[in-house]
């Protein structure tokens, strides 16, 4: 028989999207609320005096008076293999691809470097509270090999994929249609539904595909009923130029992968700035999702994601880090900028749709709500702590917060990885802040 452990601490987490059900329905919160797990999945939430008499006396209980237990966070587009580029300075998207990125990931052929990478991004990850990623590799099949091997040591629900790219990169990171597919192929037999891992099928973007190339992807998703298709859409005005002399047959940039039957539940396109009305509506009819990255659009000088305009076609959407693009592996750094994105469109994002789109929003994203992104009966057990008195900024500011909503607000603005207390996955802790 398993043992059985809680947690007791202020509980909060997600039940529903508050556009569809209004913000006071869509999440529940615990003042003095009670965390059963057994084994890896919760057993048990609610408030603790209710539960804890029909719990064994010989429950182990941690008591946290001074935290938030929440789900863990979900990161819907990150690139593992631009951890140590993060923060290179003063480019738009295609300069800064050719100019860091490229020679970067050019270092990914060697596996051990691979690993030594996906070890330190793991790390940075639990130390923010992300317990699962929709992660980039490389072009090298030897990058997705390191970091599933990596997510395996800690029991993470990741995902991540082999990076297909046939032109306009450079010679040493560009593959063939056929040796991408093949690649491609033999790694979702390896690790795809390995314990808790998926894969991901992953074109960088459509410049860098020829028609043959992603004909091909469109063949791989067609040819495994739940795998994923991840990829780069409309995220820079030339890059979208780009496109159109590219593909000259094409309605718009989303037809590109459309044409290519790219689009399905699974696939989620990063970015999604510059969308037409038409392109909002093939991603609802396909159930596809946008990844929304907020700090990296700001910091390469994208724009601004429209997500009122995303809501209006009921597209669903998850936030994304986008490192190295992106400048920070916290998600609480990122619904800051979220916020600040949504601000400056005269618009307003309540806190409880930024721990939305940052737990059970990602989650539907990426097909996984049955098993993570909010703390019901039945789910995975990955959550973290916040430690309302991690600095004496957040000390001072959170007493003085008069709910719940405050209160996450005031950890999604001055809150960073010195916030988590901890980090569990599958009911194991797997980062605990020394």
């Known amino acids: 028989m398993t043992q059985l452990k809680a947690w007791r601490a202020a509980i909060v987490h997600c039940i529903a999207d508050p556009k569809d059900v209004g ?74 691809l050719n100019t860091y990125t490229f020679p970067e990931e050019s270092k990914f052929s ?45 029991n993470l629900r990741m995902i991540c994929g082999k990076v297909m790219m046939d032109r306009n990169a450079p010679d040493y990171l560009t ?59 409309s995220e820079n005005k030339d890059e979208c130029a780009w496109v159109q002399e590219l593909f000259p047959n094409s309605q718009h940039y989303l037809d590109v992968y459309d044409q290519n039957q790219l689009l399905s539940e699974r696939s989620v396109f990063a970015h999604g700035i510059h969308l037409c009305d038409h392109e909002y509506q093939r991603l609802n009819e396909t159930g596809s999702a946008i990844a929304f990255c907020p700090t990296s659009n700001l910091f390469i ?3 601004l994601f429209k997500l009122s305009k995303a809501e209006q076609h009921n597209v669903n959407v998850g936030l994304g880090t986008d490192v190295g693009g992106g400048t920070s592996f916290s998600m609480l750094q990122t619904m800051n900028e979220a916020y600040k994105v949504i601000q400056l469109q005269n618009e307003n994002l309540n ?16 097909r996984l709500e049955d098993k993570i992104g909010n703390l019901t ?58």
């Not at 099949?141 to 997510?151: G, I, L, N, P």
């Not at 979702?188 to 960088?204: F, M, Q, S, V």
């Not at 806190?351 to 990426?366: E, H, V």
């Open 23 to 96: 913000t006071e329905a869509a999440y529940e919160y615990f003042e003095d609320g009670l965390l059963v797990v057994d084994g890896d999945q919760i057993h048990a939430l609610g408030d603790a005096n209710t539960l804890i008499p029909n719990l064994p006396d010989s429950l182990q209980i941690e008591h946290h008076p001074n935290a938030i237990i929440t789900p863990g966070f979900i990161d819907t587009h990150i690139h593992y293999p631009q951890t140590d580029m993060i923060g290179s300075y003063g480019e738009q998207l295609l300069t800064w």
């Open 110 to 154: 060697d596996k051990d470097h691979a690993r030594d990478v996906a070890d330190r991004f793991l790390a940075e990850l639990l130390r923010n509270g992300t317990t699962t990623a929709l992660v980039f590799g490389t072009v090298h099949k030897v990058s997705v090999d390191a970091f599933f091997e990596a997510s395996q040591v800690h």
């Open 175 to 233: 593959d063939t249609p056929e040796t991408s597919y093949q690649e491609s192929k033999q790694l979702i037999e390896k690790w795809h539904n390995k314990g808790r891992l998926h894969y991901a099928i992953t074109p960088r973007f459509a410049p860098t595909s020829s028609d043959q190339q992603l004909a091909l992807a469109g063949k791989l998703l067609s040819e495994y009923d739940d795998v994923y298709l991840h990829t780069h859409l």
């Open 301 to 303: 000088g994208s724009g």
């Open 351 to 366: 806190p409880i749709k930024s721990l939305y789109l940052s737990t059970l929003g990602g989650a539907k994203a990426l």
């Open 377 to 434: 009966v039945g789910s995975e057990a990955d959550f973290i702590l916040l430690d309302k008195q991690a600095t004496p900024l957040l000390r001072s500011r959170l007493a003085l917060s008069k709910n719940i909503e405050e209160s996450l607000f005031v950890f999604m603005t001055i809150g960073d990885d010195r916030a988590i207390q901890a980090t569990f996955s599958a009911g194991q802790c797997v980062h605990r802040r020394t």
